[in-house]
Each structure stands twice: as C-alpha cells, then as structure tokens.
C-alpha cells in the first residue's frame, strides 16, 4: 500500500511577526514566558525537537524548501472535516441568533455555545502526527 503524499505551501511565522506569544516550533504550542539567561526554549519537548530534526533531514532529501510542508492526504482530509463541521457550527450559530429576534433565552444561548464548542475543541486538540516511515 502506497502512502498518498499531499504537498502545499505553508507561511512560516517568526516570533515577533503578528502576536507576541512565543511557540514550539514543531506541534505550535504555546511556550512558557523565557526566564532566565540563555536562548529562548524553541521547543515544548525533547520528541518536538527531535521531530523537527527529522523533519528537516527528510525535507532536504526532498528538496522542499522552509515554506512548503508534506502532509499525508488522510491528516489533510481529517483537518478539512474539522473545519466543515465548525464552519457549519458558525453558520447555524448566526443563523439561530438572527432568527431568535430580540433576544435569545440563557438556555438558547448555551445550546449554541455547547454546538461551537464542540465544533471547535477537535481543531484546538489536533496535533500533527509524527511520520510514520518512508513512503
């Protein structure tokens, strides 16, 4: 069975470029304040440093350069999914809240948040997956 590759260009964001919050450089995470002397952590782990390490060697096999990304078609279709079933919260939410009238009642108003809630905690859980071997 043949691993199905889909490749796209993805913008690489600095620190300092858009919002002040430091990241992991391999999963995105959210990295502590640095304290202290010394470089700034770039990574939330020893894994995510060592996935990033991995990454870049297959990347230079392959000739991609810092702002393309291999991702396999099954991540990408899941990741889509997520994002259809959020939109489709957001749509519904607007919808329910325009055709409420006036004013929309506490129990009204949790059921919409409880929907995009829902619709929106997979997408804030997602983690890329390590790679799984060659091709």
Not at 71 to 91: G, I, T
């Amino acid at each position: 069975m043949t691993k199905v590759l889909y490749h796209f260009v993805m913008t690489k964001q600095t620190p300092g470029e858009g919002s002040e919050e430091r990241r992991c450089r391999w999963c995105r995470r959210a990295l502590p304040a640095a304290t202290g002397r010394g470089r700034p952590k770039e990574f939330c782990s020893q894994r995510c440093r060592q996935w990033d390490w991995v990454s870049r060697q297959r990347a230079a096999e392959l000739e991609i350069s810092d702002g393309e990304l291999v991702v396999a078609r099954r991540e990408l279709d899941e990741l889509h999914d997520r994002l259809y079933v959020l939109a489709c919260a957001v749509d519904d939410t607007e919808r329910d809240l325009s055709d409420v009238g006036s004013s929309p009642s506490a129990r009204e108003l949790r059921e919409m948040l409880d929907w995009l809630l829902d619709a929106a905690r997979p997408l804030r859980e997602r983690r890329i997956s390590a790679p799984t071997g060659r091709r």
